[in-house]
C-alpha cells in the first residue's frame, strides 16, 4: 500500500491553521470590544473618527497578543504542570515579566514603522508604564487557557481509548445455586486458584471458572492491578503499600493483606504517585484558572479606559491650563469651563473628564468672558471680545459670529 507523503502534514495542519485563526478572530473581537467602550466613554467624538483611530491604535497591540501566543504554548508544552511544578512555576512566572517587554517593544517598531514620529525608547518606557500590568496577566490568561485545553483534550483522548477497548462492567458467576452478577465496582479483589479465580465482592467469594489472565484482559486496568501473578487488586480499595517482614504487600480497606511481587508493587506504587501528581497538578490549574478570572474581572475592568488604550498626541500634550477659568456654565449632564486655550468639558454622568476641546479642534483664539448651557442639547453659548461661539457636543463643531453693538 502506497501512503502519499504529505498525508501526515495534511492531517495536522488543518488543526493548527483553525486554531491561528480563531487565535487572529479572538483579537479582532476583544480590539473591537476595546474599542466600543473607548468609544462609548467618548462619545462626543464621532464614530468614523474614532474607526479610523480604532484601526491604528486598537488592532496591533491585540494582533501582536495573538503572534506570541505560539511561544508561550511551546514554553506550556516545554514547562507543563504535570511535571516538576515548582520549576515550572518559576520559569513561567519569568516569561511572564519579560512578555510585556517583548510585546510592547515590537509594537512600539511596529508604530514607528508606520510612521510615528515618537522616539523609539521613549515610546517602550511610556507603553511599558501604562500597559505592563496588563500584559503580564494577559500571559497568565494565555498559559491558564492552553493548560485548561491540554487537561481537557488528555481527559477526552483517555476516554476514547477506554471507550474503545469497552472494559467488562461485571462479572457472571455460576454457582450450586444459580448464577450471579457481580458489578465490577463491588470487586475488592481476585486470587488465582489453580484455573480458576476467587473473586472476592462486597464481603462474599465466589469461583469462576477463568483464568486470572483472562479477567485481567477483561477488567479496566485504571481500575484494577496486577500485584501478583495470583493477585489482582481495585484500585479504589487500597489502603496502603507496606512491607511486612521483608515482602511486600498490598494492604486494602478492612485490613485485608494481599502478598505482591516486588516489581508488580513498586510499579502500582509509582502508579499511585503519578495519580497524586495529576490530583494537584488538577488542583493547581483550577486554583491558577480562578486566579486569572478573578483578575481579568476585579483589575481589568476599571483599568480598561487607562491601561487597554494608546492614547493619541493630541491626549499627550497640555492644551490648557485649567487653573485659570474665565467661565463656567452647566447643565444636567455637563459642565463647561472657559479658558484662554481651550473649553473644559466634565461629563457629570461617568464622572470623568472628557477630552478638551482645545484651538486644533476649533475653539477660538481669545478670552471668554461670559458663557451660559442650553439644558436642552448641552450646547454651550460663550461670548468674548466682540463675539458669539457655540459649541455643539454632539458634532464637535463650533459656530460663531458678531455681537450687536
Not at 506504587?269 to 495519580?275: D, S
Request: net charge positive; with cysteine; hydrophobic share 50%.
Amino acid at each position: 500500500m502506497v501512503i502519499p507523503a504529505d498525508s501526515s502534514a495534511v492531517e495536522t495542519r488543518v488543526p493548527r491553521w483553525r486554531t491561528a485563526l480563531l487565535v487572529i478572530g479572538l483579537a479582532v473581537i476583544l480590539a473591537e470590544l476595546e474599542a466600543v467602550q473607548t468609544w462609548v466613554e467618548q462619545r462626543a467624538q464621532p464614530w468614523h473618527d474614532h474607526l479610523s483611530w480604532m484601526v491604528w491604535a486598537m488592532l496591533p497591540p491585540w494582533l501582536l497578543l495573538a503572534a506570541l501566543v505560539p511561544a508561550v504554548a511551546w514554553l506550556c508544552r516545554r514547562f507543563p504542570l504535570s511535571a516538576d511544578r515548582a520549576r515550572s512555576l518559576a520559569v513561567h512566572a519569568a516569561a511572564s515579566l519579560v512578555f510585556p517587554v517583548v510585546h510592547l517593544g515590537a509594537l512600539a517598531m511596529l508604530h514607528q514603522l508606520l510612521g510615528d514620529p515618537s522616539p523609539l525608547l521613549p515610546r517602550i518606557a511610556g507603553l511599558l508604564a501604562f500597559h505592563y500590568l496588563f500584559d503580564v496577566l494577559a500571559y497568565w490568561a494565555i498559559a491558564g487557557g492552553l493548560f485548561l485545553a491540554a487537561g481537557w483534550r488528555a481527559k477526552a483522548g483517555a476516554d476514547r481509548n477506554a471507550g474503545a477497548s469497552e472494559p467488562a462492567s461485571h462479572l457472571v458467576v455460576r454457582d450450586a445455586t444459580g448464577m450471579h452478577v457481580v458489578p465490577v465496582e463491588a470487586i475488592d479483589w481476585i486470587e488465582a486458584r489453580n484455573y480458576c479465580a476467587r473473586v472476592h465482592a462486597a464481603g462474599r467469594r465466589h469461583l469462576i471458572r477463568e483464568s486470572l489472565n483472562s479477567l485481567e484482559s477483561r477488567l479496566d486496568p485504571a481500575r484494577f492491578a496486577r500485584v501478583h501473578r495470583s493477585a489482582i487488586v481495585s484500585v479504589e480499595r487500597i489502603a496502603s503499600l507496606r512491607h511486612e517482614e521483608g515482602r511486600p504487600v498490598v494492604v486494602l480497606r478492612g485490613e485485608v493483606v494481599v502478598p505482591a511481587s516486588r516489581d508488580r508493587w513498586r510499579s502500582l506504587k509509582k502508579r499511585l504517585e503519578q495519580k497524586l501528581d495529576d490530583r494537584g497538578s488538577r488542583m493547581v490549574k483550577t486554583t491558577l484558572a480562578l486566579v486569572v478570572a478573578v483578575l481579568l474581572s476585579s483589575i481589568l475592568h476599571p483599568l480598561a479606559a487607562q491601561a487597554t488604550r494608546i492614547w493619541r498626541p493630541e491626549e499627550r500634550v497640555l492644551l490648557t491650563d485649567l487653573s485659570y477659568v474665565t467661565a463656567v456654565a452647566a447643565t444636567r449632564s455637563v459642565v463647561y469651563g472657559a479658558t484662554p486655550n481651550g473649553l473644559a468639558v466634565y461629563d457629570r454622568a461617568l464622572g470623568s473628564w472628557r477630552r478638551t476641546v482645545g484651538a486644533l479642534d476649533g475653539f477660538p483664539a481669545g478670552t471668554v468672558t461670559a458663557m451660559v448651557a442650553d439644558p436642552n442639547d448641552d450646547t454651550a453659548w460663550l461670548a468674548g471680545a466682540g463675539r458669539w461661539i457655540a459649541y455643539d457636543p454632539f458634532t464637535h463643531r463650533f459656530d460663531t459670529g458678531s455681537l450687536p453693538g
